[in-house]
């Protein structure tokens, strides 16, 4: 286990005030508002992985659902630098961001830990939001095959 990591961990214990314990030298697993947390160290690229579920895939307006998640991905605009995923099943969306380790300290880490789960919080209400949106209120969107001249520079 990485001696940084483990100092990682026990300052967030100490915000939080809960015992985090670290399973298997790289994980820790935690509930946090109602969110289920994994903090994974990943030695090989000497990373930090925050992940947690944020919703159920809904059973119908996935279209919306989806599209929404796709638009707030965009260029990061609405995750703060986290992404949005599917699990490979397709029964949940994850929102999960990788940090360097060398980055983290035992300062900054708990308020990247305390920024994510707002970000998942806030995705959370998101995605029940889209999933009620109802059908015929979609927006009937051309695609674009190319990006806004104001996002990009262009050399």
Request: glycine content about 6%; proline content about 6%.
């Amino acid at each position: 286990m990485s001696n940084a990591f483990a100092g990682l961990i026990e300052s967030l214990s100490v915000r939080v005030n809960m015992d985090l314990a670290i399973e298997d030298n790289v994980k820790v697993r935690a509930d946090f508002d109602e969110f289920a947390l994994l903090i994974e160290h990943l030695p090989g690229s000497d990373q930090v992985l925050l992940a947690a579920a944020i919703a159920e895939v809904p059973a119908g307006n996935r279209l919306e659902v989806y599209r929404g998640l796709l638009k707030g991905q965009f260029i990061f605009g609405q995750t703060q630098g986290a992404s949005l995923a599917l699990d490979p099943a397709e029964k949940f969306i994850c929102l999960q961001i990788l940090q360097p380790l060398l980055v983290l300290t035992k300062d900054n880490f708990p308020d990247l830990v305390e920024n994510f789960l707002n970000q998942a919080e806030f995705w959370r209400g998101r995605c029940q939001s889209l999933a009620e949106t109802p059908e015929d209120s979609q927006e009937a969107d051309q695609p674009s095959l190319s990006p806004p001249d104001a996002v990009f520079l262009r050399i």
